[in-house]
């Protein structure tokens, strides 16, 4: 009778991790490419070999649950489009009482391990949007006091933030104010798109939405800023869901009617634009509301997937002087862009533009959001990223170093003294 009302636990759990991630365990038949492929050493295909096994108190206990990334690298190496890294999200996101009672064997104890280290510092991470936008508005005097002598020790010792890590300055004016300011470069006779700002673009590094409103505007059309909040990526990776999905709906709501009239809705961050996408039909719950994301997230597109739609139907009102015509330049790709979209967009468009162009092979450049910036994780950070992709950098010093990721640049240019740009930049220093 116990074996019995054990199994039936184990349905209901897989029922409800089923629901919560969209992944099936038994998909996977444990060929081991998430683990082999893990740039972090971690092994993802254990936690998901427990829970088929129903060894839940186990899988609780496996520091690869706690410790994941949330790269997606497993997601992109699996044969059966099982996602370990939702699944294993989905997992730790269950509300502690319940965790506690999946991992109690008897005596009551909650899993060894805490989810996401320092609360303060998830915390921190989470609403990183607050703190930016408040640290724009104090720029310059907020970006001194991030180089004031102690700062980073007590960063170290308070949030766990390890002290060799700057934090990304703050940008005045903001991307929002510079753009309200401009001189629009065309006359928009294509019509508008929708551009959907990043906190990093708004407050840390607008060049990259400089460039992207300037490449679409030499391109014919109206750039327009969606009045959207926060994607919610980054309280995703820290556990505050609910956050999350309350930032997805007020985002859909904001962006639906833009999506139903056919604007389309484009990103230059991979990992903010994929969670329309990726995470917003499943956060909203309300059957409508959930109709209305599958909507946005058909219409939302990042720059490369934009541009090279345009050039596939020979619709790309773009040319190009030559002056990049040979220049070397090595592409680093998001690992979110690796698994959810594709690199061979952005290696088109370099070279339509006449960059002589090659992708990096590398898997995570190491950083994976705010995971680099941990104290605890700061090697292993650096460790993955020295796998592949420094080497590969160090060894071409004249090749321009082309990225799509915010945190993958703050990676690059901390281990490798690597100058980078975003895609967007090095195509509208290419555009006539």
């Known amino acids: 009778m116990t074996a019995l009302l054990d199994l039936s636990r184990q349905d209901d759990l897989l029922e409800e991790l089923a629901a919560l991630s969209g992944q099936n365990v038994f998909a996977c038949y444990q060929c081991g490419k998430c683990t082999a492929g893990c740039p972090f050493s971690f092994g993802p295909q254990q936690v998901v070999r427990c829970l088929q096994l129903g060894q839940v108190a186990e899988a609780l206990a496996l520091d690869t649950l706690w410790e994941c990334a949330g790269c997606l690298t497993c997601a992109a190496a699996c044969p ?19 965790l506690l009672a999946l991992a109690d064997g008897g005596d009551g104890k909650a899993p060894s391990v805490k989810p996401h280290g320092s609360r303060r510092r998830a915390w921190v991470f989470a609403n ?7 640290g724009s508005a104090l720029a310059p005097l907020s970006n001194r006091l991030l180089q004031a002598p102690g700062v980073r020790l007590a960063n170290h010792h308070l949030l766990g933030i390890h002290k060799a890590r700057s934090l990304p300055p703050f940008a005045r004016p903001s991307f929002p104010a510079w753009f309200r300011s401009r001189a629009p470069l065309g006359d928009g006779h294509r019509g508008s798109v929708l551009l959907f700002h990043d906190t990093f673009m708004d407050y840390n590094f607008p060049e990259p939405g400089i460039a992207t409103t300037e490449l679409l505007e030499k ?16 309280m995703i990776s820290k556990g505050f869901v609910e956050q999350a999905a309350r930032h997805a709906r007020t985002n859909v709501e904001r962006l639906y009617e833009h999506a139903r009239r056919g604007v389309f809705i484009v990103g230059c961050e991979p990992s903010c634009l994929l969670t329309l996408r990726s995470e917003y039909p499943d956060l909203v719950r309300e059957p409508e509301l959930a109709e209305q994301a599958r909507v946005v997230a058909r219409q939302a597109l990042l720059i490369d997937e934009f541009l090279a739609l345009l050039a596939e139907r020979g619709d790309l009102e773009l040319s190009f002087d030559g002056n ?16 959810m979209a594709s690199p061979a967009r952005s290696l088109e468009l370099l070279r339509l533009a006449g960059y002589e162009a090659e992708l990096v092979n590398a898997a995570c450049c190491g950083m994976a959001g705010a995971f680099g910036f941990e104290k605890e994780h700061y090697e292993l950070s650096k460790a993955a990223g020295e796998r592949e992709l420094f080497p590969a950098l160090r060894a071409r010093p004249e090749a321009e170093v082309v990225v799509t990721g915010v945190s993958c640049r703050q990676q690059i240019e901390h281990f490798t003294g690597r100058r980078t740009r975003h895609l967007a930049q090095a195509l509208r220093d290419a555009a006539a």
């Not at 040979?326 to 790709?333: D, E, S």
């Open 80 to 98: 059966k489009g099982v996602d370990p890294a939702r699944l294993m999200r989905a997992l730790r996101t269950l509300p502690p009482e319940r």
């Open 128 to 134: 990183n949007h607050r703190l930016a936008r408040l």
């Open 219 to 234: 391109a014919g059309f109206r750039v327009e800023l969606a009045d959207t909040v926060c994607c919610g990526r980054p």
């Open 324 to 339: 990049r015509a040979g220049r070397p330049a090595l592409l680093h790709a998001h690992c979110h862009q690796k698994a």
